[in-house]
C-alpha cells in the first residue's frame, strides 16, 4: 500500500553517491520511499542506519511535525519518491489505511531497534516522600529545610489532607491534583515509621518518583541497623534507582557507621548533613533535585597531577563540586579531594608518595608484576589512614576493570587506600586486587578511562569532565631488527644502560596501549549537558614520571583558569560543552 501510494501521488528525486537528501535540523515538509538504490543515516558524522528500497525515510519527524534529527546521504546511486504535506494529505483522503501501514512499518522498526536502545535517561522526580529510617522520626526543621532546598516549598503533612481526602484511594487522587499544578512537591511521613504504614504514607509512597530516607548517625547505634515496616514498604515498591539516604548527625560528630546503614538500604545515593551546617543540607538538596554538580577524571598515571591544578582552579573560582568520581589516577585524585584533602595537600602527599618515597621504582621478581608493591601500599595507608569511602562527606567513587565479571566495578565503599589502590592496578606492572569474594581488580583505565557512564548512573545532572592525554604522535626511531638478544638485554641491565631513543621497554607500552583506550573513551563518552576541560600537558611529562607533578598541577591550574575565564561562569561552559572531543 504504501508503495502504491507513493507511485500514485508522489515526485521521483534521482541522487547520485553522497547527495544529501535530509538534513540535521530541517524543517520536515516532506516525507520519501527508497525507490531504488541505499541511504545512509548519519548522525555527527557516524552512520548508524541503512535504508533500503522499499522503505521509507523521514517519516517520525514527517508525522511529529518536528526538524530532523539526522542528515540522510545516498550510499550510492538512488532514487526516491517524494511526498510533500499536500500530496500526502491527497494520498491519505483516497486510502484512510495508508496512516495505519505507516505506523505498523514504524512499529515494525522500532520493535527492530529496542534490544539495542541505550537505558532511559532517568527524568528529575516530581513527587517525592520525605521518610523516616531506623526508626527515628524526621525532625520538623529539617524536614522544612530539606524540603525547600529540593522544590522550593514547605512538605506536604497529614494536617494539609482536605477533608474529603478520607482513604488512601482519595489522598492519591488529592495527591495527583497536586502534581498536575505543575510543581514538585514533598510528601512528609510523620513518627517514627515503625508501626504498619497508615493510609496517609501508602498514598504518598504509592504516588511518589521517588523516596528520601532520613536516618540518624548515633554513638548508641552499632552493628546493622534494622529495617522498620515502613522502610520495608518503601523499599518494595520503589527500585534503589529511586532511592535516597540522607543520614544526619551532631556538629562535632564524625561520620561513622554508615556501612550499617547501607547494608540493608541499597540506595541511588547516601548523603551526609551535620546539623546546623548549611552546605552539606543544600548539597544534599541539589543532588535529589537532579541539579548537583559532578567532576569526573580520567586516568593518566602521573598525568594526573593536573588534576590538582583543576581542584585548586575550581575551588578558587567558587565553584561547588557536589560529587566526584574517577579512573585509575583521576579515580585516587577523585577520592584524596572527596576524603576533605585540600588540592595542595594532595599535590604534597602524591609526591611523597611517588617522588620522595619511591613508591613505583621497586622491580621484583617478574611473576606476579614487573614492580614491588609492598611500600606503595604502605604509603597510600599512611596517607589515606582507616578512613571508608562511604563515610565521606561528599559522595565520591572509583572505577576498577573485574576480570572476574569482564566489566567495570564501581567502588562505592570500603577503605579509601585499597579503593585508590585497586583504581590504579596497572595490569602486569603491579598485582592485582583480589577482593574478599574472590573478585579480581586490575585498573579502571582498562573498561572506562573517563567513568562519565557511572557519574550518570548515580546522578542526575551536570558534570565537569576532565580528560587527559599525552600528545598523540608516538614514534619509535629504532627499527624493529635492531631489538637486541637476550645477552645484550642482560649485559645493558646489569651496567644500568638506557637510550631514550632505543625500543620501547615494556612500561612505556603498556602506558601507550592505555592511553589508546582513553581516547576512545573520551569519544564515546555521554557528553550531553556535561563539558569536556582538555588540559594542555608540558612536554616531556609522561605516564609514569611523577617528577613533573609541580608542572603538570600547574598546567592543570593556568588551563582550567583560562577555562573558566573565557566561559564567564561555569553555566556558560556547560551550555557550551566546554572543549572539543579529540579526532
Not at 94 to 102: D, H, K, Q, V
Not at 375 to 382: C, Q, Y
Not at 422 to 433: I, R
Amino acid at each position: 500500500m504504501l508503495a502504491e501510494a507513493f507511485r500514485r501521488h508522489g515526485r521521483v528525486e534521482h541522487l547520485i553517491r553522497g547527495d544529501v537528501l535530509l538534513r540535521d535540523g530541517d524543517r520536515a515538509d516532506s516525507v520519501h520511499l527508497v525507490a531504488s538504490g541505499r541511504f545512509h543515516v548519519v548522525i555527527r558524522g557516524q552512520v548508524v542506519a541503512e535504508v533500503a528500497a522499499g522503505e521509507p525515510l523521514g517519516e517520525i519527524a514527517f508525522l511529529s511535525a518536528g526538524p530532523r534529527t539526522a542528515d540522510v546521504v545516498a550510499a550510492r546511486d538512488s532514487s526516491v519518491l517524494t511526498l510533500d504535506r499536500t500530496s500526502w494529505g491527497a494520498a491519505l483522503a483516497e486510502a484512510p489505511s495508508l496512516g495505519a501501514a505507516m505506523m505498523g512499518f514504524l512499529a515494525r522498526r522500532l520493535a527492530a531497534t529496542a534490544p539495542f536502545a541505550p537505558p532511559l535517561v532517568p527524568q528529575a522526580p516530581r513527587m517525592l516522600t520525605l521518610m523516616p529510617a531506623g526508626g527515628c522520626a524526621v525532625p520538623v526543621g529539617l524536614a522544612d529545610a530539606l524540603a525547600r532546598g529540593i522544590t522550593d516549598r514547605s512538605p506536604l503533612r497529614p494536617a494539609d489532607r482536605p477533608g474529603d481526602a478520607g482513604d488512601a484511594r482519595a489522598l492519591a487522587a488529592w495527591l495527583q491534583r497536586i502534581e498536575g499544578e505543575g510543581h514538585r512537591r514533598i510528601v512528609l511521613i510523620e513518627g517514627r515509621g515503625t508501626a504498619a504504614p497508615d493510609d496517609w504514607a501508602l498514598a504518598a509512597l504509592r504516588q511518589s518518583d521517588a523516596v528520601v530516607l532520613v536516618g540518624r548517625l548515633d554513638r548508641r547505634t552499632s552493628g546493622i541497623v534494622s529495617l522498620t515496616p515502613l522502610e520495608e514498604e518503601a523499599l518494595r515498591l520503589h527500585r534503589p534507582q529511586a532511592r535516597h539516604l540522607v543520614l544526619t548527625r551532631g556538629a562535632s560528630r564524625p561520620v561513622a557507621g554508615t556501612a550499617d546503614w547501607l547494608s540493608r538500604r541499597d540506595v541511588r545515593l547516601h548523603h551526609h548533613v551535620r546539623d546546623g551546617d548549611r552546605a552539606s543540607l543544600d548539597r544534599a538538596a541539589r543532588l535529589v533535585r537532579g541539579t548537583g554538580l559532578g567532576l569526573v577524571l580520567s586516568g593518566g598515571g602521573a598525568l594526573s597531577c593536573a588534576h590538582q591544578g583543576v581542584l585548586r582552579a575550581l575551588r578558587e573560582g567558587g565553584v561547588e563540586i557536589d560529587m566526584m568520581g574517577g579512573t585509575s589516577g583521576g579515580g585516587a585524585m577523585a577520592i584524596a579531594a572527596g576524603s576533605g584533602m585540600e588540592p595542595a595537600e594532595i599535590l604534597d602527599r602524591t609526591k611523597d608518595i611517588f617522588v620522595r618515597s619511591g613508591a613505583l621504582r621497586r622491580v621484583t621478581v617478574p611473576i606476579h608484576a614487573i614492580l614491588d608493591h609492598h611500600l606503595f601500599d604502605a604509603k597510600l595507608r599512611e596517607h589515606f589512614g582507616d578512613r571508608l569511602l562511604e563515610d565521606f562527606e561528599r559522595p565520591a567513587f572509583a572505577v576498577s576493570a573485574s576480570l572476574t565479571y569482564n566489566a567495570a566495578h564501581v567502588h562505592r565503599g570500603g577503605p579509601a587506600w585499597a579503593v585508590a589502590r585497586a583504581t590504579g592496578s596497572l595490569p602486569g606492572l603491579l598485582p592485582p586486587v583480589v577482593r574478599p569474594n574472590g573478585e579480581v581488580l586490575v585498573d579502571g583505565a582498562v573498561v572506562d578511562n573517563l567513568p562519565v557512564g557511572p557519574m550518570h548512573d548515580r546522578k542526575m545532572g551536570p558534570n565537569l569532565v576532565v580528560g587527559l592525554l599525552p600528545p598523540v604522535d608516538w614514534r619509535v626511531e629504532r627499527s624493529y631488527d635492531a631489538l637486541p638478544r637476550r645477552g645484550a638485554l642482560l649485559r645493558d641491565l646489569a651496567l644500568r644502560r638506557y637510550d631514550p631513543h632505543d625500543f620501547p621497554r615494556v612500561i612505556p607500552l603498556m602506558q601507550r596501549a592505555l592511553a589508546l583506550t582513553s581516547r576512545q573513551a573520551m569519544r564515546a563518552a555521554r557528553m550531553d549537558g556535561n563539558a569536556l576541560i582538555r588540559p594542555r600537558l608540558p612536554p616531556g611529562s609522561g605516564l609514569m614520571d611523577w617528577s613533573h607533578a609541580d608542572r603538570l598541577a600547574e598546567a592543570g591550574y593556568r588551563h582550567a583558569c583560562r577555562v573558566l575565564d573565557e566561559a564567564g561562569s561555569v553555566g556558560a561552559l556547560l551550555a557550551h560543552g566546554g572543549e572539543a572531543m579529540p579526532g
